[in-house]
């Protein structure tokens, strides 16, 4: 089987999409599939071309960073573009992940591409979903083990099945809502001064810490 | 002081000409108001898609690095009373024009995390937010379609500390009705 990929992260190939997209890939290719190019739809003035690829593929990967809720502009201008067409049941998986923890605020994207994919009539193995993504790209893999060896597994189970496993997608979403210990953990961190650590080191390398609460169009 | 409303129309080029319509008899009744109506036309504004790069959060804090048509309806956006977003469905969902002008909403809020309803949400960055109306052309899509849409904006309004006051299709609202509705905001 050969695979298309279809990033479409803003972020392009420095993207947390794209480490999700090679651990799948890795999977893929084990059991003997053929990845054959990844589109970056943030080129978007080639989406005429993407859509046709995408149109013409044995099977495709469409991975996306949620943005305000639901897939990024770059995203909605590719589908726009395949417009209307009869997938004629081609394998497809999706993937959206969110820097958020909390799978709730994947859950509306979710069901747009379950629309979209009876829309397009595709064979859709599976949409995975992925809270906490932020930081994944900057992470080594020993802090990503259980994320690496699930995308591995989702890739070889696509080629293999045809179908990702409904149990491991669950798990690998986590719940919708945070659970009590994520909730105290948040809240402790609040406490402590920690919850905002990251903004507030990015502030400051930027020079831009004493100008965080600007509202510039007041 | 009388009130604002930003109107977004997010109908692209060759977009729905019933929404077309629908604007040009809306704007019709709006006009003989005493609201300071600000109508923007994506498909005549210069917007590019948003980047992912965080500028507007870490470097520039409340300022996109990009310099476009953006700054203007940002601007109009916080200063106003009301905001509405106007949009045919488009492959089941609001138009791609619109949703590129939604991405760019991101510097409105701060990066800062607080958790609202066992949630993670981002902090306000402005003391107030307007009101949401959703004005969509169902263009013949679902009910399922047409409430992704709903919550997405219902969502939009939560991250805004605010909310949609009316989410119509234009097939179920008038124009004397919606006129109604706005200005008794």
Redesign the interface.
């Known amino acids: 089987m050969k695979l298309s990929v279809f990033n479409g992260?803003?972020?392009g190939k420095n993207?947390n999409s794209q480490v999700f997209i090679d651990q799948f890939s890795r999977g893929f290719q084990h059991e003997g599939g053929k990845v054959s190019k990844t589109f970056y739809l943030?080129q978007?003035q080639n989406v005429t071309d993407y859509a046709t690829e995408f149109m013409e593929a044995e099977a495709a990967l469409l991975i996306f960073?949620l943005?305000?809720?639901?897939?990024?502009?770059?995203v909605?201008?590719f589908?726009?573009e395949?417009?209307?067409f009869d997938g004629k049941q081609k394998p497809v998986v999706f993937m959206v992940h969110s820097g958020?923890?909390?799978g709730?605020?994947c859950v509306?994207v979710v069901?747009?591409l379950e629309?979209?994919s009876k829309?397009w009539n595709l064979s859709l193995a599976g949409i995975i979903v992925k809270p906490g993504s932020e930081g994944t790209r900057l992470k080594p893999d020993s802090w990503n083990r259980r994320m690496i060896k699930s995308m591995h597994r989702f890739g070889s189970d696509f080629i293999k099945y045809g179908k990702l496993d409904a149990k491991q997608l669950k798990r690998f979403k986590g719940p919708d809502?945070?659970t009590g210990y994520q909730?105290l953990g948040?809240?402790l961190m609040?406490w402590i001064g920690l919850?905002?650590m990251y903004?507030n080191m990015?502030?400051k390398?930027?020079g831009?810490y004493a100008?965080?609460?600007?509202?510039?169009?007041? | 002081m009388s009130k604002k409303i930003t109107f977004i129309n997010g109908n692209p080029e060759n977009g729905s000409l019933e929404l077309d319509k629908f604007h040009e008899d809306l704007l019709a009744e709006l006009k003989r108001e005493p609201y300071e109506l600000n109508y923007i036309e994506l498909v005549n504004e210069e917007i590019k898609f948003c980047i992912g790069c965080w500028d507007c959060w870490w470097k520039t804090p409340g300022l996109c690095r990009h310099d476009d048509s953006m700054n203007k309806i940002l601007r109009s956006i916080i200063n106003s009373d009301l905001l509405v977003f106007s949009s045919p469905v488009i492959m089941g969902f609001y138009s791609a024009l619109l949703k590129k002008c939604h991405d760019r909403l991101i510097p409105l809020v701060h990066p800062y995390i607080e958790i609202v309803n066992k949630e993670l949400h981002h902090k306000k960055r402005y003391p107030e937010y307007p009101l949401l109306g959703v004005i969509i052309d169902p263009d013949g899509s679902g009910k399922n379609e047409i409430e992704v849409i709903r919550t997405v904006f219902s969502r939009l309004a939560l991250n805004f500390k605010s909310e949609v006051r009316f989410f119509h299709t234009t097939d179920s609202v008038t124009i004397k009705d919606l006129k109604n509705e706005i200005i008794s905001i």
């Open positions: 992260s803003p972020r993207s943030v978007n960073p943005y305000t809720d639901s897939m990024p502009g770059i909605k201008y589908i726009e395949v417009g209307d958020f923890s909390g709730i605020h509306t069901k747009y629309m979209l829309k809502q945070l909730l948040y809240k609040n919850s905002n903004w990015n502030l390398k930027h831009a100008k965080r609460f600007d509202a510039p169009y007041h």
